[in-house]
């Protein structure tokens, strides 16, 4: 029982990005480019040296982790971080005494914050049941310019995950860079699809205020535009920039995640279940801690209910050679990418034979 209680306490790991985000906006200099040295150099060197890990709990111990609320309060802080740390941006962003590399700094590490906190938290809130939570979901969209996700991610990903019909499952090869404007053009587009058949069902306008695309749009709206009467143009532009390197770097995630596999079959009209084998997976430790075991991807898609700490490892789920940090990193050069990536998903197609090429 008494390990059970301080399980919890590894993803505090998570807190260290946001956390030096916070420290770096205040200290400035040297502290800037704490959290961009830790996510893309520190994390992925220490992913490439140390084990992965490829244990699960055993029924007791998810019996006892799913009832230990100490995971879901270290996920509800992450709310209140992102704001103190978009805050702190939009104060210090326009300060005159930052060079402009240290500004440059600044957009990339807010950037990184959108991606990781201000989406990647609230796709695991924005699965929850409870009010409370997708509240908190949709908070973190919002402070990344992204709230759409919530619907194109829940009601359209979740179910056309591995079939063509999925912005966001990335083609066999094809680029990073030509996935993220399929992906973030596509997703978006998809997401009012998914409002406008919701609400004709319910025999309700499309174009009315109950249309959570229109909500969405006008609280964004909103959002932008106190950025821009209270901080003026520059912060303005500079919280854009942010905001779509945070998006870029989500849609970068979805990209290495699905890229080139599980093209699910049709039976009797409908795609087959989603299964273990139609995501990458990664057992990489502190990928797993930092982002709250969004790399457990295939049992997150094969349960989308499960909370991150009961995600498992299975055996049949493909295995990416290092981290997400790395992975991303590698995916910036698609030519060395694609020497990597084919020969292991031609090499995880021998052994699962239920995977297939998604051309």
């Known amino acids: 029982m008494k390990k059970s209680n301080w399980r919890w306490t590894k993803y505090v790991v998570a807190l260290v990005i946001p956390l030096l985000t916070i420290m770096g906006f205040i200290i400035g200099r040297w502290a800037l480019y704490l959290p961009l040295a830790i996510a893309f150099v520190l994390i992925p060197l220490l992913e490439l040296l140390l084990p992965s890990d490829s244990s699960n709990l055993d029924d007791i111990q998810l019996e006892l982790e799913g009832k230990n609320s100490n995971y879901d309060?270290?996920?509800?802080?992450?709310?209140?971080?992102?704001?103190?740390?978009?805050?702190?941006f939009l104060m210090k962003i326009g300060e005159p005494n930052h060079s402009g590399?240290?500004?440059?700094?600044?957009?990339s590490v807010m950037g990184l914050n959108c991606g990781i906190i201000g989406i990647n938290m609230a796709h695991e809130l924005g699965h929850r049941s409870k009010k409370f939570e997708i509240v908190l979901a949709k908070l973190l969209l919002l402070s990344s310019l992204y709230m759409h996700f919530y619907i194109e991610h829940n009601r359209g990903h979740h179910k056309r995950v591995g079939t063509h019909d999925d912005p966001a499952s990335a083609r066999y090869d094809e680029s990073l860079y030509a996935f993220l404007v399929r992906s973030i053009v596509h997703s978006y587009f998809s997401a009012w699809q998914l409002e406008a058949n919701r609400l004709k069902k319910q025999n309700q306008n499309p174009f009315s205020m109950n249309n959570q695309m229109i909500q969405f749009g006008i609280i964004q709206f909103l959002f932008l535009f106190a950025i821009y009467y209270f901080f003026g143009w520059m912060v303005f532009g500079s919280f854009i920039i942010a905001s779509i390197l945070g998006i870029s770097l989500l849609e970068s995630?979805?990209?290495?995640?699905?890229y080139g596999i599980g093209r699910r079959q049709k039976e009797d009209g409908t795609f087959e279940k989603v299964m273990h084998c139609h995501s990458w997976n990664s057992n990489h430790v502190l990928g797993r801690l930092a982002l709250f075991?969004?790399?457990?991807?295939?049992?997150?898609?094969?349960?989308?209910?499960k909370k991150y700490q009961l995600l498992n490892h299975h055996d049949e789920s493909p295995q990416m050679p290092t981290g997400y940090p790395g992975m991303i990193m590698l995916a910036l050069v698609p030519p060395l990418w694609f020497k990597v990536m084919h020969p292991l998903l031609e090499k995880e197609m021998k052994r699962m034979p239920s995977m297939v090429k998604a051309e």
């Open 253 to 258: 995630v979805n990209y290495i995640e699905h």
């Open 293 to 305: 075991e969004l790399s457990r991807h295939s049992d997150h898609h094969y349960k989308a209910s």
């Open 73 to 88: 309060r270290l996920l509800y802080l992450m709310v209140p971080l992102q704001y103190i740390t978009l805050y702190l």
């Open 101 to 107: 590399l240290e500004k440059i700094t600044m957009i």
